[in-house]
Nanobody, 112 residues
Framework: EVQLVESGGGLVQPGGSLRLSCAASGFLFSSYPMSWVRQAPGKGLEWVSR???????SYADSVKGRFAISRDSAKNTLYLQMNTLKPEDTAVYYCAKSDNERGQGTQVTVSS
């Protein structure tokens, strides 16, 4: 059974940083591309970033240059380093193995 457990969210001031983690289990983590997606209040799901099994990364324009996705296959863990956070980054962040396989999410709130 695929399990994805996010952590690291919280309340941060604009311009601040957070590092999200996603602990994965139930599948061969190193073989699968992984993504971060988010859902802001009252809005639909938005793709944020993706990393291939080989470490190739891609980002939504809205976060490019501020966020960095990475993975540690020895620890079966996916990360999202978020810098220079803006109020519009406020959302529930999910790690995803596929469109139908996501964790429970972690809340990120950017506010002064």
């Amino acid at each position: 059974e695929v399990q994805l457990v996010e952590s690291g969210g919280g309340l941060v001031q604009p311009g601040g940083s957070l590092r999200l983690s996603c602990a994965a289990s139930g599948f061969l983590f190193s073989s699968y591309p992984m993504s971060w997606v988010r859902q802001a209040p009252g809005k639909g799901l938005e793709w944020v970033s993706r990393i291939s099994g080989g470490g190739v990364t891609s980002y939504a324009d809205s976060v490019k240059g501020r966020f960095a996705i990475s993975r540690d296959s020895a620890k079966n863990t996916l990360y999202l380093q978020m810098n220079t956070l803006k109020p519009e980054d406020t959302a529930v962040y999910y790690c995803a193995k596929s469109d139908n396989e996501r964790g429970q999410g972690t809340q990120v709130t950017v506010s002064s």
